[in-house]
């Protein structure tokens, strides 16, 4: 569902992101590790249209990211880890809005409303505006506006921020539903737990290289290292791959 071929960035002499090949097939929660700087987010951003990579392909579905950028996007929902939001809309506006650029007709925009805020717990919020909301209930909005138009793959950056611990644990269930159900799943974090909670393979980059990919217990092996997830992160961080 996801595929990268030989993925290279440049910010003029700077190589941010390494002949990156990958393949992430559907339904799988796939989480991308790195320290700050690693070339995670710009990944992200090559792969959502956002970024022009410097050279290689990316396609979603089959579906070129370049060349055909609004069929790609069609097909997916992107999560940054600072969303932006129009502020002078209210809650039910925004949600109506981005159900309107997806082409969706009022009936289904309706009908999702009631679930997704329910399940979300905005109903109580929906004509409040964007800018009044509290930062967890506006990653909450973003959560349900991305899900509106049932993408076929979600890419989220850094997916736990501002939430509280009823949130976390509902949208780690929503994730491991989404993606039991079908859904391709591609997020990074610095949260290790999560990725150890919900991810089927790991990929760890390092100044804008893969240096380590597959299940937890696969890189536990090929890094020689037997602890939890956090070890060998730090690990393969500070050594480099193995």
Known sequence: MIRMEKLNKFYGSFHAVKDLTLNVPRGEVFCFLGPNGAGKTTTLKMLTGLLRPSSGRAWIG?????????????RMAYIPDTPFLYDRLTATEFFTFIGTLYGLSRETIDEEFERSF???GLLEHRASLVKDLSHGLRQRLVYAASFLHKPDVLFIDEPLIGLDPHTIRAIKSLLREKAKAGMTIFLTTHILSLAEDVADRIGIILNGKLIALGTLDEIKSTSGTSGDLEEVFLELTENGAP
Do not use: M, T
């Open 62 to 74: 089959g579906i070129d990211v370049v060349e055909n950028p609004l069929e790609a996007k069609k």
């Open 118 to 120: 329910s399940f979300f």
